[in-house]
């Protein structure tokens, strides 16, 4: 199928021309203009795939990373992946997903994750469902939290690089958090049309236990508060939060915010008045079997081995036996072994991030081991609800 088409990790001026008008049609403007969004994320991060030489589809690749265990993975993003339309169903998204990936394991890449539209297209190239993106909503009137125990610093001009510390710091103890690509951290502090972006310390400025960065939007259902990003390092920037945000209720009808699909925070509301609103599930994929196990961190108390089998179609160098000895929260990977869990490198991605235990994973399927092994693994990779804040 690749054979047909050309693929190419340089992208020329009139190449990228047409690839605007190729995204202009698959996402209707979406991206937010196609030429900003190109140049925000940088020419040098597409790659174009060509038939008889014209350029029929198209791609944006983000290396950054993703925590796990509290360890950061790199990692490479897949977005805006576009296909012109006169050419879909002709095999050339999953030929250019095949290109991509071997790219991507030939730079010695450990894990990708993406968004799909489509999940049967991606898990055809050995993605699957690693985690949540959610919203969540609640009424002012519902949050009720008066104690405001810290103040809260507005931030004039807004540069994101002074979040970046407060970020990290929530992002290495929250399973799947990203460290972000500089493109996210643009677009996240952008302001949209006919949009203002607010943000604040929460805290000192000099000492800052968090911060909080909204948008409010006047609509026919009422007027919402929307928050883009927060981080809160502690109970009391946690508590002051909500207190902030129940303050709003004269003006403000709903709260919307994002986070994982069993979030904590409403724990500090007074009932479960906050519900989910919107969901997804971005699917991950296991580029290198060996960086992959070996880069994410582990529960410390652990001291395990486990003996697996992995089938890849696509990157054969991750086929074959592994054991991966488990102590003081790290993983280290020999080949050999009795491979005593058997699971597609599809079914990996699911495990490797803690969405599904070995048990569940086994219980439709999508591994298959011995009672053995499915003990072993369920504490290796036992973790809380991996989720992230972004959309890429």
């Excluded at 730079?107 to 993106?133: C, D, T």
């Excluded at 699911?350 to 999508?366: A, R």
């Amino acid at each position: 199928m690749t054979a047909q088409f050309e693929y190419s990790t340089l992208a020329h001026p009139q190449d990228i021309q047409h690839l605007g008008y190729i995204f202009e049609q698959c996402f209707i403007s979406a991206l937010g203009g196609e030429e900003v969004y190109i140049n925000l994320i940088g020419v040098e991060n597409f790659r174009i795939i060509r038939k008889l030489e014209q350029v029929v589809g198209g791609l944006a690749t983000l290396d950054m990373g993703q925590w796990w265990g509290g360890v950061r993975v790199p990692m490479t993003g897949i977005a805006a992946v576009g296909i012109a339309p006169e050419y879909r169903g002709s095999g050339v998204a999953i030929a250019l997903m095949q290109h991509t990936l071997k790219e991507l394991y030939a730079r010695g890449v450990a894990i990708s994750a993406l968004y799909p539209s489509v999940q049967s297209l991606y898990r055809k190239v050995g993605y699957e469902q690693g985690g949540s993106w959610c919203i969540w909503e609640v009424a002012t009137k519902n949050i009720q939290v008066r104690e405001q125990p810290l103040p809260l610093e507005p931030v004039g001009l807004i540069n994101h690089e002074v979040f970046h510390e407060l970020y990290q710091q929530q992002a290495r103890l929250t399973h799947g958090y990203l460290d972000r690509h500089p493109a996210i951290w643009e677009r996240l502090i952008q302001p949209g049309e006919k949009e203002t972006v607010y943000a604040y310390f929460i805290g000192t400025k000099d000492q800052p236990q968090g911060y909080i960065i909204f948008t409010q939007e006047r609509t026919e259902d009422g007027e919402i508060l929307s928050v883009k990003d927060w981080v809160l390092n502690t109970v009391a920037a946690a508590q002051t939060f909500w207190s902030f945000l129940a303050n709003h209720r004269s003006q403000i009808q709903q709260v919307r915010w994002k986070s994982s699909a069993i979030d904590s925070l409403t724990l500090l509301l007074p009932e479960q008045t906050a519900k989910i609103k919107d969901t997804n599930r971005w699917l991950l994929r296991v580029i290198d079997v060996v960086k992959a196990l070996e880069a994410r961190g582990y529960p410390s108390q652990i001291q395990a081995e486990l003996h697996l089998e992995i089938q890849d179609n696509l990157l054969t160098g991750n086929n074959g036996k592994f054991i991966l000895s488990v102590a003081n929260g790290r993983g280290e990977i020999t080949k050999g072994g009795k491979g005593e869990l058997q699971l597609d490198i599809r079914e990996l991605a699911s495990l490797y991030t803690s969405l599904f235990t070995p048990y569940h994973l086994q219980q439709v399927g999508k591994l298959h081991g011995t009672e053995t092994a499915i003990l072993a693994a369920t504490p290796i990779f036992a973790g809380a609800s991996p989720w992230m804040a972004d959309f890429f």
